[in-house]
């Protein structure tokens, strides 16, 4: 899931939104690291849990939407705690999205617990409060800023600018917040989660752009909760990614470690959301496929088909692969995904961006696959062959579009560094696996 708010000129960039298989859903034991997958390392070690490591799991969603038609599919979930500021007053939220491709903790209103609050966040100009557009591909979120510490596993963040979505006493979406497109999805049904964790590679989800000039369906200020107005926003208030703020010093970036499934999806997946790239004895980084990101844009390049699409990203947040192929047949029941009269065996490759010149990358190729979305196991919820297909306007963004979604995750642990972190291989923004 792309955050709009992303790093160029603050214009809406690609996201994924969360869409479910029809008739998904089911319940059973997690699938540990079985089976085979093209994707799959076998020398792949997943992490315990622990101080700096969080259970992640993929399943069908918060008890709201699972066993629905709303059920989630290829939906990667963390447990993340949120406390008043300086208090022991705290909120323990599960099913909040793990997503790589957007930046900063936003949790629906009506998954926080009933006289629970968090503290508004105010202009440092006009001391009015301030609220954010959230774009997505299919819509959008609306919702104020708060102030919250932090945790995940053991790792603390204090005094963390976050956004809650659709809380009720912001009812009034700025028209041109509502205008962008897609419908509002600011209930725990509508945005197939109770939040979501952006831990991609930058420290804001908008950066200078938004510090600098006002940036339209972007942030706001507020007279009211009825009256907002678009406005600049400092980096240090703007939503931030926790990470960059954690005081254990496991602050340069993130692991995402899922094991491989087989062929045909599983039921549930667990696996580990590591903090830190070699900070600890957990995360060293020993892989040498490393991509190097563009900093204004967190983008990798991928050439499939004999076309260089430059926009391209490696995304959790993204419940499938996503890219523009006419040549695969779309599905008539889940029409977002592609559906092959068989298996689609296919490859790509990826290429780091020059413009981060502290970090050393080279083309990697990538095998995947792609399935009948239609025919897929019902009663699963994660499958490594699961993709779709982009709008014309989509594809066309930032120089051509490939969004390797969750799939591209299992049977591989995926670094993401933070622009401008250290770490024994360069300087982020770069992914790795």
Request: glycine share 12%; hydrophobic share 35%; aromatic share 8%.
């Amino acid at each position: 899931m792309r955050d709009v708010l992303a790093r160029v000129l603050g214009v809406a960039i690609l996201g994924l939104a969360i869409t479910s298989l029809a008739s998904c859903g089911g319940s059973g034991s997690d699938l540990t690291a079985t089976g085979s997958s093209a994707s799959s390392s076998s020398s792949q070690v997943i992490a315990a849990p622990g101080a700096n490591a969080a259970a992640v799991v993929v399943d069908c969603g918060p008890a709201a939407i699972c066993n629905t038609d709303y059920s989630a599919v290829n939906t990667l979930y963390v447990t993340v705690t949120v406390c008043q500021p300086g208090t022991s007053t705290c909120a323990t939220i599960d099913h909040v999205q793990v997503d790589t491709g957007s930046y900063g903790l936003r949790l629906l209103s009506q998954a926080l617990p009933s006289g629970f609050s968090l503290p508004a966040e105010y202009s440092s100009t006009n001391n009015e409060a301030l609220a954010e557009c959230t774009e997505f591909a299919d819509g959008y979120s609306w919702g104020p800023l708060v102030l919250a510490d932090v945790e995940v596993a053991s790792e603390t963040a204090s005094s963390v600018p976050m956004q809650v979505i659709g809380d009720p006493n912001y009812t009034s979406v700025p028209s041109d917040c509502s205008s962008t497109g897609g419908s509002q999805e600011d209930t725990v049904m509508t945005f197939g989660a109770n939040g979501i964790l952006g831990v991609g590679p930058f420290a804001q989800d908008c950066g200078a752009t938004c510090a600098q000039e006002v940036v339209g369906s972007g942030y706001y200020q507020c007279l009211n909760a009825t009256t907002c107005a678009s406005a600049q926003v400092t980096l240090a208030q703007q939503v931030t990614n926790p990470v960059v703020l954690f005081s254990s010093g496991d602050a340069n970036g993130v692991i995402v470690e899922l094991p491989s499934i087989p062929a045909g999806g599983a039921v549930s997946v667990t696996g580990t959301l590591v903090f830190g790239i070699s900070t600890e004895n957990n995360n060293e980084i020993t892989t040498q496929t490393i991509l190097p990101a563009d900093p204004g844009s967190g983008d990798i390049t991928t050439t499939y088909n004999g076309t260089a699409l430059t926009g391209s990203y490696i995304d959790s947040g993204s419940n499938g692969y996503f890219f523009a192929d006419s040549s695969i047949p779309g599905c008539t029941v889940n029409t977002y995904f592609f559906c092959p009269s068989s298996t689609l065996d296919l490859s790509a490759t990826v290429t780091g961006s020059d413009n981060n010149p502290s970090t050393t990358g080279a083309t990697y190729t990538v095998d995947f696959s792609i399935a009948n979305a239609d025919s897929l196991n019902g009663s699963y919820t994660a499958f490594d062959d699961l993709g779709g297909s982009l709008t014309s306007q989509q594809s066309a963004q930032s120089g051509g579009v490939f969004d390797w979604g969750l799939p591209f995750f299992f049977g591989r642990n995926v670094y993401t560094a933070i622009d401008g972190e250290a770490t024994p291989v360069g300087e982020g923004p770069y992914f790795a696996y």
